[in-house]
């Protein structure tokens, strides 16, 4: 049931925010703000249950507890990649009494752990508006916060394998003519990790896609969907000038003003709203736009029932890396190009992590990422065997507690 994987997840999350593991370094970071964290964890524990329990009878607790799967599952990859990077560290400072941890990592994962305390804290107010918790004494004084899950953008980091034709599928749907007074809107399905921004990504940098459409455009919708937001978003996109606070209709007139006439590219990338009739207010805004029969809209999602609901046509779904693509990417992040061949004692041991990783691109370049300087058969022996692989269930995708493999190589 849903109710007890929620709570066996916040449960699990709140017993890593207060590991020792993690404590270990809360002196080394801004502690303050993973204090917050477990707070705010504590509070969504203890009311979790009564939520669970209304939400038949409320569509707003019910929002808040699909928005707050997603957020735990972000908040879990956080963790794992604090305690990961904390562990790296001692395995290569052992003989010292001290960790020093550079400003930029302490940078980027206070922003993190933060952005994740904001998200909670929403959802922790939705509970608190229905009176969840009341003998609770914990976010007594915390604004109200409303923040996307995650943020994509639009730019290439890195060389993609195994998505050429994938990308050559979707570039033909975007370039044939349409015969219809309508939008188009192409929606990408997979599961996580599967590479549906990566995808999104080829598509919008190619140079076909830009001859064809003079004006591009990239939006990270996540969890959170407003319609202003949506068109601040895309007026941002255009002018790089802030508009939030206008009502609606002056947005409108203010997007159709800065398109004047010209075919654009839309990319929702992350949808999660299953709601039609937020879908619905927006196309009534969108259709207003010049030549939107011209231009085309690709959607990005995890939901058969967002494709159903805002595509035009069948949705594209992606499928898992082929084995020999997954292999190759898993060497491209273990070693340094070449060098792989020096070690090909190594190659039957990253066949089999292949196969655990099931031809999740994520999945792959973590375990790449982990595998990374390690030249030892023994430690890729120990990544292999480690009894930690596990499939999700919800979702079917590899989820790999990364801080737990370190763990078994630190013993």
Not at 363 to 386: C, H, P
Request: net charge neutral.
């Amino acid at each position: 049931m849903a109710e007890s994987f929620l709570s066996i997840i916040a449960d699990t999350l709140l017993k890593n925010i207060i590991s020792p593991s993690i404590k270990q370094t809360i002196s080394l970071l801004n502690a303050s703000d993973l204090k917050r964290l477990e707070e705010t964890m504590t509070y969504i524990k203890a009311v979790l249950l009564d939520a669970e329990k209304l939400q038949q009878h409320n569509q707003t607790l019910r929002l808040s507890l699909t928005k707050l799967r997603g957020v735990f599952y972000d908040a879990e990859d956080v963790l794992d990649e604090f305690r990961c990077d904390a562990l790296r560290k001692e395995l290569k400072t052992v003989r010292f009494s001290s960790i020093s941890i550079p400003l930029a990592y302490s940078l980027r994962m206070g922003h993190k752990i933060k952005k994740i305390n904001e998200r909670l804290e929403t959802i922790a107010t939705d509970f608190k508006r229905f009176n969840l918790g009341e003998n609770v004494q914990i976010l007594q004084n915390r604004p109200y916060v409303v923040q996307s899950h995650r943020d994509t953008h639009s730019l290439m980091t890195s060389k993609v394998l195994g998505r050429d034709q994938d990308k050559e599928n979707i570039i033909d749907l975007l370039v044939q003519p349409r015969g219809v007074e309508t939008m188009t809107v192409i929606p990408i399905v997979g599961i996580g990790g599967l590479g549906k921004t990566t995808l999104a990504q080829l598509v919008y940098n190619d140079e076909r896609v830009s001859r064809s459409f003079p004006l591009k455009l990239w939006v990270c919708v996540s969890e959170f969907f407003d319609v202003a937001r949506f068109l601040c978003e895309i007026i941002f996109n255009i002018n790089h000038e802030r508009s939030d606070g206008l009502p609606v209709n002056a947005l409108l007139t203010l997007l159709q003003s800065l398109i004047k006439g010209k075919r654009f590219l839309l990319i929702l990338d992350d949808v999660w709203n299953e709601d039609r009739v937020k879908w619905d207010e927006l196309k009534a805004i969108l259709m207003k736009l010049d030549y939107l029969h011209q231009s085309k809209i690709i959607v990005t999602t995890r939901s058969l029932a967002v494709a159903s609901i805002m595509g035009t046509q069948s949705p594209f779904e992606l499928e898992a890396l082929s084995h020999e693509d997954s292999l190759s990417l898993l060497l491209k992040w273990a070693f340094n190009q070449g060098d792989e061949e020096r070690y090909p004692n190594l190659f039957p041991i990253a066949d089999e992590i292949v196969k655990k990783c099931k031809g999740v691109p994520l999945a792959v370049r973590t375990m790449g990422s982990l595998l990374y300087g390690k030249t030892r058969q023994r430690d890729w022996e120990l990544i292999r065997d480690n009894h930690i692989w596990k499939l999700d269930q919800e979702e079917t995708v590899i989820r790999v507690t990364k801080a737990q493999i370190l763990e078994g190589e630190a013993q």
